[in-house]
């Protein structure tokens, strides 16, 4: 590693060759380096994807080192994030962003809210993600650039203990930088697109990217109804097209998560092209709902398989799709799975209809015969009941346990009335170590949630609203959010600092010297939060 020291060694060097760059200062290029390490998406992508590569090996061997990620729809709100993760854990090790298309859909659509149906324009997901590592890349320059005024401070004191303490500091600095899972939803249509997609999507910095094996232009959420499947054959294309994408632009080890929705969609478009019995088109349409004909049955416009020498006709709606045998989802699921960790997958991702660990590790467990290290990205969703879904679980159990439970109403558990009950202390403390637990019982690598930040936006929009235009008026926002930002030491209550005021002022004087017209002076209202507690 090249210390700060040398680094303005070596710039001071380059300067000398020129003979008239005499007002530029060596020191000065060296912070503007070291505040501007990442120069392009690609730079970002091939960083992170190593983090991530990483993780994934040190997560093989113990099954306590897993990951996790909050869904972030701004730069914003992924920069705040990754400073406070800095700020309570000195560490960003194992914690990444997680970039959700259901929060694009819903916030950054050029057509106003719409739900997670694939309808918002695709080049708003690279985008988002250059927005957010430009929060990032920009969260690195403003406390590189706090460490930099201490740095002067010393000097100019003589404390030399403090100088060495503070170049120690900008040397081992660690980056805001963090891999992002991207989700590119279905490939928002064919192969091909998929494939122009995920190259902006790296381009902007994604070393990870998330796809799912629904229909493009059927595509739903993965927690409502109405979700419609392809073949295997169709899902893997775009999966060597993601894969493709990575190579070509030199992020060999680009990681690429399979979704399947499987288990709660019970239709597909296609039936898949078989060429012989038990290959992979042929077990796909195994789960087909058919039923046994006679030739002289066959009506106009049948679509007809011969499964195990029968004629079967599959059973297909009104909207010309077919529909699966119910009770068929885990199967599909874990073939699914199997089927893209065998053929350039990474990681997969199965979304469930509740959080339950036995559920999920029953599919793990089948999927790792087949693949020993198979490892998920698990959606800890926002549309689940937490509360009430473990408070079942918990009574469900007892019940099992010859416990008494008749003091509960199972249908009533979110209640108020059993907050402090043995059973919701009991749910709560599994709610608390589901993540701890399913990684290890359930073969769960990385845990995001995927719209947290939507629902914290809203949660503290409306309190501040319901205090501030009622009777608490201005109190309202002094008592519950700026007095609470200098209490908890949240960097935003210095806002144009955050903005990045000071750098701007750094550069001024870099460029001006003492001409500079700088904001920083006495003047400014933000020293008003100077030195708080």
């Known amino acids: 590693m090249t210390t700060y020291r040398q680094q303005v060694e070596n710039a001071k060097s380059s300067i000398k060759q020129q003979h008239n760059w005499q007002?530029?200062?060596?020191?000065?290029?060296?912070?503007?380096r070291l505040q501007n390490r990442f120069k392009t998406g690609l730079d970002?992508?091939?960083?992170?994807?190593?983090?991530?590569r990483k993780d994934m090996d040190a997560y093989d061997k113990d099954s306590s080192l897993y990951t996790q990620s909050l869904g972030c729809w701004h730069g914003f709100i992924g920069q705040q994030k990754m400073i406070s993760i800095k700020k309570h854990f000195q560490s960003t090790e194992r914690r990444y962003l997680y970039l959700s298309g259901w929060m694009i859909a819903a916030l950054r659509s050029e057509f106003g809210p719409l739900p997670?149906?694939?309808?918002?324009?695709?080049?708003?997901?690279?985008?988002?993600?250059?927005e957010l590592y430009t929060f990032l890349r920009q969260a690195d320059a403003r406390e590189l650039g706090g460490l930099f005024r201490e740095l002067d401070a010393a000097k100019e004191s003589g404390d030399d203990v403090k100088l060495n303490a503070v170049q120690q500091q900008i040397d081992q600095h660690q980056t805001h930088v963090v891999p992002i899972i991207a989700d590119i939803d279905a490939g928002f249509g064919n192969a091909e697109a998929t494939y122009l997609l995920a190259k902006q999507m790296i381009e902007a910095g994604a070393c990870c990217i998330?796809?799912?094996n629904q229909v493009s232009d059927e595509k739903q959420?993965?927690?409502?109804?109405?979700?419609?499947?392809?073949?295997?054959?169709d899902f893997l294309a775009k999966i060597n097209a993601v894969r493709y994408a990575f190579m070509e632009l030199g992020v060999d080890d680009g990681v690429i998560v399979a979704r399947t929705d499987s288990l709660g969609a019970g239709l597909t478009k296609q039936i898949a092209v078989t060429e012989k019995p038990g290959d992979l088109g042929d077990q796909y349409n195994s789960f087909l709902d058919c039923e046994q004909i006679a030739e002289e049955d066959i009506s106009n416009g049948d679509v007809l398989l011969k499964q195990e020498g029968k004629l079967m006709r599959p059973k297909r709606l009104a909207s010309n799709l077919f529909q699966f045998k119910p009770g068929t989802g885990e199967q599909r699921c874990i073939l699914d799975c199997i089927t893209s960790l065998q053929n350039g997958a990474d990681l997969i991702w199965i979304e469930t209809e509740k959080p339950h660990i036995g559920q999920i590790g029953n599919m793990v467990n089948e999927i790792r015969k087949a693949v020993p290290n198979a490892k998920l990205v698990y959606n800890n969703s926002p549309s689940f009941n937490w509360t009430l879904n473990f408070r079942q679980q918990v009574f469900d159990a007892m019940k099992e346990a010859g416990k008494d439970v008749s003091s509960y109403d199972r249908d009533r558990l979110m209640s108020v009335d059993y907050d402090n009950t043995e059973l919701a202390v009991t749910a709560d403390e599994k709610i608390r170590t589901f993540q701890q637990d399913a990684a290890r019982e359930a073969g769960i690598f990385h845990h995001l949630i995927t719209l947290p930040t939507y629902h914290t936006a809203a949660l503290s929009t409306d309190n501040?609203?319901?205090?501030y235009f009622g009777e608490q008026g201005m109190?309202?926002?002094?008592?519950?959010?700026?007095?609470?930002?200098i209490r908890q030491d949240i960097a935003c209550v210095k806002h144009q600092n955050m903005a990045g005021s000071d750098m701007g002022d750094d550069h001024k004087e870099y460029f001006a010297g003492d001409a500079a017209l700088k904001a920083?002076?006495?003047?400014?209202?933000?020293?008003?939060?100077?030195?708080i507690a």
């Open 520 to 531: 920083g002076g006495k003047d400014n209202t933000m020293n008003q939060f100077a030195n």
């Open 116 to 130: 997670d149906q694939s309808m918002h324009e695709k080049t708003s997901v690279p985008m988002l993600i250059e």
């Open 475 to 485: 109190l309202g926002y002094v008592l519950n959010v700026q007095r609470q930002e």
């Open 221 to 233: 959420c993965g927690h409502q109804d109405g979700k419609v499947t392809v073949p295997h054959a």
């Open 464 to 467: 501040l609203a319901k205090e």
């Open 44 to 52: 970002i992508a091939k960083y992170t994807a190593a983090i991530m």
């Open 23 to 32: 007002s530029i200062d060596a020191e000065s290029v060296t912070r503007m």
């Open 210 to 212: 998330q796809i799912e």
